[in-house]
């Protein structure tokens, strides 16, 4: 009997979903003894992936040894008896770290560094919005308001990058890849890490621990969120630690909504305590009708689509597979394994 993976990447977002060029890669890439089943059966790749499995996929994950899908709900991986390796198609991978999957041997990679380049540019074009009051040419735009007082006064809010001391939670594909696209335009970049003996990657000039973080966010007028939720990172930016921000601070959050207090940063943005809130991620996804942030011109809304890159995702997302795949059946290490226990 052929050995199995399972692919169930039919997302309900088209630029998510499984397209036939990679369909045929995944399936000409297969090593020797090897099947490929694909399943048709819609899938959602929002966040870390659904959290309930189509009759398709149940009844595919029965004989498979490798599953490659977003995420993997925990009723799908207790089905999987064969199961020995676990490749999400997300960044993040809470979902799949219940006590099931924690315990077992079973091997689980990631697509963290997918993500990096178009999110990266996400967060740079947010920070550009404030610096360069956008926001504010945005609401004189709707009022037919030609008005130039606001931005050539004594105390303007347009910044130059080179004025920029940013922080950024996450050294991995998604911070790295933020701190050397704002480095590049002048800014000086500081790095939060766990391992903060492993040093600064390009981009940052240094890094720091968690324990730190509050300490330095008064030295900080951009703060990005771009790390998993852990234990460590939920509930990180608080009311108290966004008092702590200058008020030129930028707050950008395209990591998960539960590391960031929304309401008190609501508040903090309608009194013009900050500069402004670029945020892809929510507490509560889609974010509900009645939430202030809706209308505040100091927040900078968009629906978790930072990751979107049409064209480019699907090439980047087969090289790493497939790469990896050749490694788990030689038994080499696998590109982007997860530390099941520290969350990442």
Known sequence: MD?????????????SALDLDSERRIIASAPPGWAVRIVRSETTSDGDGSAKSSDEVMD???????????????SLFQRGKRLRWVHSASAGVGAALYPAMIASD???SNAAGVYGVPMAEYIVAGVLHFLRGFDIAAEHQQRGEWS??????????????????ALIVGVGGIGSATAQRLS????????????????????????????EFASELPNHDVV?????????TASLLTAERLDLLPSTA?????????????AALAERLASSRLRGAVLDVFEREPLAPESPLWHLRRALITPHVSPVSPGRYWPRQIDLF??????????EPLRNSVNKLAGY
Not at 3 to 15: E, H, I, P, Q, S
Not at 67 to 72: E, F, L, M, T
Not at 250 to 262: C, Q, T, W, Y
Request: with cysteine.
């Open 148 to 165: 130039k007082p606001t931005f050539t006064q004594a105390d303007s809010p347009l910044r130059e990058m080179a004025s920029v001391h």
């Open 224 to 232: 990005v969120l771009a790390a998993p939720l852990t234990v460590d």
């Open 322 to 331: 497939v790469d990896n795949w050749g490694r788990y059946v030689r038994g």
């Open 60 to 74: 595919a994950i029965v004989d498979a040894e490798a599953y490659y899908g977003y995420g993997i709900p925990e």
């Open 250 to 262: 930028i707050v950008v959050n395209v990591a998960r909504g539960a590391m960031l207090d929304e």
């Open 3 to 15: 050995r199995l993976l399972v692919v169930d990447l039919a997302a309900k977002a088209k630029t």
């Open 184 to 211: 590049a335009l002048g800014a000086r970049c500081t790095g939060v890490r766990r391992r903060v003996e492993l040093g600064a990657p390009a981009g940052f000039e240094r890094v720091i621990g968690l324990d």
């Open 106 to 108: 079973v091997q689980l």
